[in-house]
């Protein structure tokens, strides 16, 4: 029996992968079989993503069952949250493997966000447009967190739409680079 990895990668590659976890990586080495404590990085990302999809389903169940909105909105923060949070681990899964964006589902993406930035763009000012003529203080601090959000969303998305609008391909910092800026926020 063999003792290559799944991707065939012989075990000279694995242990020169791990060397990316440390700082420099050789060059042409990919970050794949990456371990952490004796296990798969790419399978313990595998095994939490699998957690937070059956933890954010839950959550939904019970907000279903909930009437009353304040803990409606509660938990639907959470479970939000912990979809993102399951996104996050598939996106880590796409990256350790090298998974990029083909130039097809480049420009689709690109119109679509183009799309989005719009809406947001447009919510950004209707929600502008509220929080000055709002004079109830109880209700402003949720329309601030909506305001704050919507910028989010604005300069995420605009961010995004520069990244994909690159016709070079994007490489593998750039993504990263995008996702240590940007993706780690509440959406």
Do not use: C
């Not at 991707?7 to 440390?22: D, K, R």
């Amino acid at each position: 029996m063999s003792s290559d990895d799944r991707n065939g990668n012989p075990p000279s590659a694995l242990l020169s992968s791990q060397v990316g976890l440390l700082g420099a990586r050789p060059v042409g080495v990919r970050r794949v079989g990456l371990f952490v404590a004796g296990a798969r990085l790419v399978d313990l990302f595998e095994k939490q993503m699998k957690l937070e999809n059956l933890t954010a389903e839950s959550v939904r169940r019970l907000s279903a069952k909930t009437k009353n909105s304040i803990p409606k909105l509660l938990l639907k923060g959470i479970e939000l949250d912990t979809t993102k949070h399951a996104h996050m681990y598939a996106t880590l899964i796409d990256l350790s493997s090298g998974a990029t964006v083909s130039k097809v589902e480049r420009y689709e993406m690109r119109k679509e966000l183009e799309r989005h930035v719009a809406n947001e763009k447009i919510m950004l000012a209707q929600a502008q447009k509220i929080a000055r003529t709002l004079t109830d203080p109880h209700m402003k601090p949720l329309l601030r967190a909506i305001l704050a959000d919507e910028r989010r969303h604005h300069k995420a998305l605009t961010g995004l739409l520069e990244a994909v609008a690159v016709e070079e391909k994007i490489s593998e910092d750039d993504w990263w680079d995008y996702l240590n800026k940007w993706a780690v926020f509440s959406t």
